[in-house]
């Protein structure tokens, strides 16, 4: 039938609305309590997650690195060469600064593999005891690096001593071992070692169960190596931040601290292993001067008395003015060649291969920048060799200039003997055609000269080695510090993780959010009407008024308009019939049909209660039935129930209708539906209900007309001709959504006049204000066909 098309239609349009955000708003606000419960418990939730978390301490230092760059300038050339200039670089610095092997020193050295803690209850963070532990834990002969994974100690205090639980790893599998220590100190023996237990002095056992955790150093230093950051201020600045997140704050700035301190012990070994390898060269070198110059005054004191020389300076000192310049371009060439042909022994021997090359004493600048550049790459390949493994690129590039350097040494060093060979071999044919002109000169002046002069190269060679011992010395002794500290280890204040204010404001916000979004999804699938903004949201129509719930109704009666009654149920029945009197206000529109769509809306209490209140005007008033299968106005005003009334006057068992008007009170009267009839539809058809409707306008002032729900049953359409206004009822939290959009349809279609609509039991809260009203009412819709009636 064409009303279930109707109705179908409005189903499918009210899917589409929009959402009312005003509404949502105050449906937030009304329910206030559940967003205050949310948030309080969502707080509390947020409180207790923080608690299960361990807090991180930032602990941060900044240190100026002296980045070094003192190669000679000769060495620069060498760059178009392919070769490294051997210059340390920030970037470098860093590495070295997080070399796990570096870091593991530190790990070691300060015991970071062992921690303390108390047993956490409920699962909540036990803060770390460093430093602060009642107990402490030494391995005794096992080390650290040989850990075979973790150790768990849990210390259980007794009446006399402590219960240790012991968790650990032997031969691939975890094993667990109980130990009793009647006193402490004690020792715990295990499969994998033994350990020594002893009290904290001035750390008190505050109770409870207190866990020691040994991990191996080399894993732990993982940790740190991934914790710790390293970075520069600004571009090419060699000003480093050094960061470092821990759950202790002393243990963060310890480890910083030790860090700084190692790194420059590290730095000043490496600048002392020149030093170092060249004094040692120095104290051999001393020694076999020492014994040569022995050796050689032994000869002139032999010589002096096997030829029973007293003066031979004096003798020879004429010859030894004359050959001065000889003799001291001879020791020259001599000494250098001396002190090259070491150097060339000491570099071919493969035992020295990878030491540094002492370059003492070498006069060719070409080659003592040569030595100090191969001296400069060994040591920079043993730190990067601490720092990366044997396949790197960079160090393998290094190995290849070390092999290419040792070799350029190596015919350098030939070169430069050679030279001085040559130097020496022209200087004694000189010194040759000298001497064939001193023939004269006796044999043991120019033996003594010979053995005065091996003398003297002793003398001035064991003079200059002494020298350069006292400067190495002085060397090794004013090496500064490669890091100098700008700003001390420090961790700040609060803890860097978690953060407490976002989390909290998290929760919160999720506090805000769950009863939001269940709100909303409850009013976004809500389909019934939910107060009068709904309503005014969903209709086309005038919404000529609101009912509350009613209260303290009297038994059997659903009026609760009365005279000089300033009650809100009062005003809002004002309200409404004040609307409907602007919809009536032509002349002779009196008639208003009250109507419905579906049982138990309310329309016959809209019904009885808008014509008391328009019969309280001084207006006389008649109250028909015209719900032919369902009258309840008899028990709705609480009277009695007739056997005859409208549908008896159009089933022609009446013919003068005033013989059904009833009078409820002055003003106020009322045609009862009568018995129920087989063919109600049949009946308002009939041409007698225009004539019941044209006639009875004439006598009263408005005709109020209770019918049949338009949304069950089509009877309500007849009487649409004889009406002037339409009044559907819908009631909140009963009438589908759908319902608003069939009545918006029967208004587009106009099969009603002039139709307004009215929320009954409204919420006042929602429409009006903060104070709620009800009433009990139900409505009990019957369908039946009484007997002994016909269809005339």
């Known amino acids: 039938m064409k009303e279930q098309e109707i109705l179908n239609r409005a189903t499918t349009e009210v899917d589409g609305g929009e959402i009312d955000i005003r509404q949502l708003v105050y449906i937030f606000i009304s329910k206030w309590y559940l967003f205050t419960i949310s948030v309080v418990i969502l707080l509390v939730a947020g409180s207790l997650y923080l608690k299960t978390q361990t807090p991180i301490y930032e602990s941060k230092a900044s240190i100026l690195v002296k980045v070094e760059q003192n190669a000679p300038e000769e060495l620069f050339l060498l760059q178009d060469m392919g070769f490294s200039m051997g210059k340390n670089n920030i970037d470098n610095e860093i590495g070295v600064l997080k070399s796990p092997d570096l870091i593991s020193r530190i790990v070691t050295s300060l015991e970071l593999y062992t921690t303390y803690r108390y047993s956490s209850r409920f699962g909540f963070h036990s803060p770390e005891l460093y430093k602060n532990s009642p107990i402490y834990v030494r391995m005794e002969d096992v080390e650290p690096e040989k850990i075979p994974g973790t150790i768990h100690f849990i210390f259980s205090p007794k009446r006399e001593g402590y219960s240790v639980d012991a968790t650990f790893a032997h031969n691939g599998t975890e094993k667990t071992k109980e130990v009793i220590l009647d006193k402490l100190p004690g020792f715990i023996e295990l499969p994998i070692g033994k350990f020594y237990v002893a009290k904290q002095e001035g750390v008190a056992y ?7 955790t040994i991990s191996n150093p080399t894993a732990v230093a993982r940790g740190y190596v991934g914790s710790l950051n390293v970075a520069t201020f600004a571009k090419q600045s060699s000003l480093l931040e050094l960061t470092l997140r821990t759950e202790n704050r002393q243990k963060g700035e310890d480890f910083i601290q030790a860090l700084i301190t190692e790194y420059n012990a590290d730095a000043v070994k490496d600048k002392n292993t020149v030093a170092y390898n060249t004094s040692v060269f120095i104290e051999e070198r001393l020694k076999d001067i020492a ?168 003398s001035n060679l064991f003079v200059y080695l002494l020298q350069k011992r006292e400067e190495t010395n002085l060397t090794q002794a004013a090496v500064a510090p490669k890091a100098k500290m700008i700003a001390k280890p420090h961790s700040g204040g609060g803890p860097v993780a978690p953060r407490r204010v976002i989390i909290l404001a998290t929760f919160f916000l999720i506090g805000l959010a769950i009863p939001a979004i269940i709100l909303f999804i409850i009013d976004y699938f809500q389909t019934k009407i939910d107060g009068m903004k709904d309503l005014e949201g969903l209709t086309n129509s005038s919404v000529v008024g609101d009912i509350v719930k009613a209260e303290g109704l009297s038994e059997g009666s659903s009026l609760v308009v009365k005279p000089n009654d300033d009650s809100v149920i009062n005003e809002m029945f004002r309200t409404m019939r004040n609307n409907i009197l602007f919809m009536t206000s032509e002349r002779d529109y009196n008639v208003v049909l009250v109507t419905s769509t579906v049982p138990k809306e309310g329309k016959t209490f809209i019904s009885i209660n808008l014509a008391r209140s328009l019969s309280l005007m001084d207006k006389r008033v008649l109250l028909v039935g015209a719900d032919l299968r369902n009258p309840q106005l008899s028990r709705a005003l609480a009277i009695p129930k007739r056997e005859i009334g409208f549908s008896s006057y159009l089933a022609g068992h009446i013919q003068d209708y005033n013989e059904l008007i009833e009078k409820v009170e002055p003003n106020f009267f009322v045609i009862q539906s009568g018995p129920i009839p087989p063919n109600p539809n049949e009946l308002i058809s009939k041409a007698k209900t225009g004539e019941f409707f044209n006639n009875i306008r004439k006598e009263f002032d408005y005709i109020v007309v209770d019918s049949a729900p338009v949304g069950v049953v089509s009877d309500t359409f007849l009487l649409a001709k004889y009406v002037h206004a339409t009044l559907f009822v819908v009631r909140e939290g009963f009438s589908e959504k759908d319902t608003v959009q069939f009545i918006n349809n029967i208004s587009i279609d106009k099969r009603l006049k002039n139709i307004g609509v009215v929320l009954n039991h409204a919420t006042f809260q929602k429409s009006h204000g903060r104070y709620k009203y009800g009433y009990k009412y139900s409505y009990r819709y019957r369908y039946g066909y009484a007997q002994g009636y016909g269809n005339k």
């Open 291 to 458: 014994r040569e110059l022995g050796e050689v005054e032994g000869q002139v004191e032999e010589y002096r008395k096997e030829f029973q020389v007293a003066d031979i300076q004096s003798q020879v000192g004429s010859y030894i003015r004359k050959n001065e310049n000889y003799d001291t371009r001879r020791m020259e060439i001599e000494t250098q060649l001396n002190l090259v042909k070491y150097i060339d022994d000491f570099i071919k021997n493969q035992v020295n291969k990878n030491k540094l090359v002492p370059n003492l004493g070498l006069k060719d600048p070409s080659l003592v920048a040569l030595i100090g550049e191969y001296n400069t790459l060994l040591i920079n390949r043993e730190r990067i060799e601490g720092s990366t493994s044997a396949d790197n690129p960079a160090l393998k590039q290094v190995n290849q200039q070390v092999n290419n350097m040792h070799q350029n040494i190596i015919t350098s060093l030939t070169n430069e003997i050679r030279a001085s060979q040559i130097a020496l071999s022209d200087l004694e044919r000189e010194n040759t055609i000298t001497s064939s002109r001193m023939r004269n000169i006796p044999t043991v002046e120019r033996g003594y000269t010979d053995i005065l002069r091996q003398q003297e190269v002793k």
């Open 206 to 212: 505050i109770g409870g169960a207190l866990e020691v």
